[in-house]
C-alpha cells in the first residue's frame, strides 16, 4: 500500500463537481482502477441516506458499480464521501464504517465552498493514515499534514 495516491485533473474535478452537486447533503461514490494506482472509472453513486452528516451507498447502484469492475478485471481504489461543513477529515462514523481495508478513502470538504480540500487516507483496523495526494503532479488543497 503506497503512502500516495495521484489523481488526474478530470477525476479530482469530478469529484469536487459531484460534492457541489447536492450541497449541503454528502455525495459518495467509487473509484476503480485496472493497475493498482490510476484511476480507470469514476463512479458517482447516490447517497441514499441523503444526509448532511453521513452517507450511505445506494445499494443497486453500488452493486451496478461493484459488477462493472468485476466485469472490466478492475479493483476498488478508493471510496469517497464528501463533508459539506467539517474538515475533509475522517469522523468516527467513517472510521467505524470503513470495511475495505486495501481502499484509499477520500474525504471532500466544502467548509469553504470557493475553496475545497480534498484528502486521502487508509483506515485499517481503525487506524487512520493519511496519504499525499496529488492532482496532475501538483499537490492537491489538503489540510493540516
Given at each position: 500500500m503506497s503512502g500516495r495516491l495521484d489523481l488526474d485533473r478530470e477525476t479530482f474535478d469530478g469529484i469536487v463537481e459531484h460534492a457541489r452537486s447536492d450541497t449541503p447533503y454528502e455525495v459518495?461514490?467509487?473509484l476503480a482502477t485496472d493497475d493498482g494506482e490510476r484511476v480507470t472509472a469514476h463512479y458517482p453513486v447516490p447517497n441514499s441516506a441523503r444526509s448532511m452528516t453521513y452517507y450511505n451507498m445506494d445499494p443497486k447502484s453500488m452493486l451496478h458499480a461493484m459488477n462493472d469492475m468485476d466485469d472490466h478485471?478492475?479493483?476498488l481504489l478508493a471510496i469517497y464521501h464528501s463533508h459539506t461543513h467539517t474538515e475533509a477529515?475522517?469522523?468516527?462514523?467513517?472510521v467505524e464504517l470503513a470495511f475495505y481495508p486495501d481502499a484509499v478513502y477520500l474525504?471532500?470538504?466544502?467548509?469553504?465552498?470557493?475553496s475545497p480540500v480534498l484528502r486521502a487516507f487508509n483506515i485499517v483496523d481503525g487506524k487512520i493514515t493519511e496519504r499525499v495526494l496529488t492532482v496532475e503532479g501538483e499537490a492537491a488543497a489538503a489540510g493540516p499534514r
Open positions: 459518495c461514490g467509487l478485471g478492475w479493483e477529515f475522517p469522523s468516527p462514523t467513517d474525504i471532500v470538504s466544502l467548509q469553504d465552498a470557493e
